[in-house]
């Protein structure tokens, strides 16, 4: 952990809530702000423990709700874990079970269809705001950039599985280093 003192479960808990009420498009599009947060005003992490932390999160097997707990994990053990995954979680899905009866009533809405196709660009921008924070913090220089655009550009195209291409990328990041 970096030099600042860890946060207490109650303040990982607050600062997961806010983060999960803004996570259009899923925990992706949250990452930019949660390293902003842990990185850069708190100093929990630095940004070599956060870059690796996401990578093991996307590397892993489940939902991208990960990099949040392994955030968690690193601050504060299991209960941080624990914390951190119910705070992400708990209040997007009690306001999701709540907006989705709402929404059930104006499916033939023309509202709704508007609000859908708008959400769209936001979850995608979100999405590539995070991959470009990532890509930042693990990127040095124009080899690390150069790397991360063909990694991307692979799976865009190939449509391999990410572990492969994850697989791939490790040893030639590695070699870049030095």
Known sequence: MSA???PTLTELFLRCATLSLVAVGGANAIVPELHRQTVELQHWLSGPEFATL??????????NVLVVTLVGWKLGGLPGALVATLGICGPSSALAFAVGRVWDRF???PLRRVIERGLAPVTIGLVLG???RVAETASSDW???ALAVGAAAIYW?????????????????LWLQH
């Open 130 to 132: 995070s991959g470009w």
């Open 4 to 6: 600042a003192s860890a």
């Open 157 to 173: 195209r190939a449509r391999f599985n990410p572990l492969w291409i994850l697989a791939a990328a490790a040893p030639l990041g």
């Open 54 to 63: 996401f990578a093991i999160a996307a590397a892993a097997p489940g939902p």
């Open 143 to 145: 080899r690390g950039w």
């Open 107 to 109: 499916r033939d809405a």
